[in-house]
């Protein structure tokens, strides 16, 4: 099934708080109603932290050309999304580019995030 | 000259193709194509029956572009402004402030909201049930020809019945659970002593519609309508498996409300695409250390 939102985006996350995450993944959850992977982070001193990211689900992600194989521990991601409004290191993965350099769509379909014309009839 | 200026071109198309892939990656058009259905090519198909004559309401029904705003109960009314009591109105707050979307909380949506989402349901009948299947693995099911029962316990979709008024099958809903349940996506509110009223009907294959009336004086000062047609999904599309809660992470991130509500009365923010390059987290001061 595609993904297909289960909640606004704008309940979660902030449109106004674009983000890019460059990091090592460390875990990987291959789940409904999304899909998570969580990155350690090193800021500019070099300080390691670690954060989650939130994708579509499993089918929406695969049928995208995104495969579960296609990630493991210790992979180099970068991933642009959006910070969460609550301030914790939680993004909405709107487009992420794999160990292999290509680029895929994260969102869900239907949240009314940016870029998800789906929302408005478009 | 000419083959290579062709090959030139061939390769620029490819790179500027690829560039354009590579900022800006987005939803399939299967995806889409699974929450907006597509008006025929060529004339419907007239409205199939059943053996006793009733219009066959069965299959697999999707949202049109045509509505909009989708997911919001307001949509036929000016400005979308939904006429509000002041309990409504107190209501509709609390849940902008207080309370995280049910669904998002893997609650059932209940009616009306269902009917006002943008995804798309499906629908199996026979003489006895009108069953609608929702795609967060809901169902609702309408006897036909029950009535209402006494001091009905309080559910999501109501104590409902259904009978035929000619081809229209008309589905009369009470005994609803009371606030906080949001009436649809942008949180507006519904009381237990809500009446919906809908009148489905079938007017050739291809399309369903919807009048519905909803009428709650607890929180809203008059009845007020919603109209809409969806289209039939292809043959052989369907719902399937969905887990809202096998693994809800959201749970512990979700605001209240639906956040912000555009002019256009859907949900979401009136801001650009996503730049090329974000900036690192550390561009914000607001991150929990």
Known sequence: ????????????FDGTKPVRLVGTITRIEWTNPHSYFYLDVADSKGHVTNWACESGNPGALSRRGWKKGDIKF???????????????????ARRVTLPDGRVVYGGSA???GPGDSASQGK | MGSIAAVLLQQSIAAVAADAQRRDPDLLPEEVSFLFGEEPKTPAAPTPRTPDGHPYLGGFWKGSRDTKPVGNIGKDLPGFKLPLTPAGDAALQHNLTATVDPEALCIIGG??????SALPFEIVQNKDRVVFLYLYTYFREIPVGAQHAQDPDPTFFGDKVGRWDGDT????SIGFKGAPIWIDENANPQSDAMHA???????????IHLELTVEDPKFYTRPFNYSRTWLAGKPGEGLKEYSCSENNVDRAHLGPGPGPIRKDGTRGYDVPPLPAVPPSPEAYDDVKK
């Open chain 2, 169 to 172: 099958f008309v589905i009369d």
């Open chain 1, 74 to 92: 210790g992979d180099k991601l970068i991933v642009d999304g959006y910070l969460a409004k609550d301030g914790s290191k939680f993004i909405d």
């Open chain 1, 1 to 12: 099934m595609p993904c297909a939102a289960h909640h606004s985006f704008a309940a979660e």
């Open chain 2, 197 to 207: 009223v809908e009148r489905w009907t079938r007017p050739d294959a291809s399309h």
């Open chain 1, 110 to 112: 239907g949240d009314g």
């Open chain 2, 111 to 116: 009616i009306p909201r269902h009917s006002a």
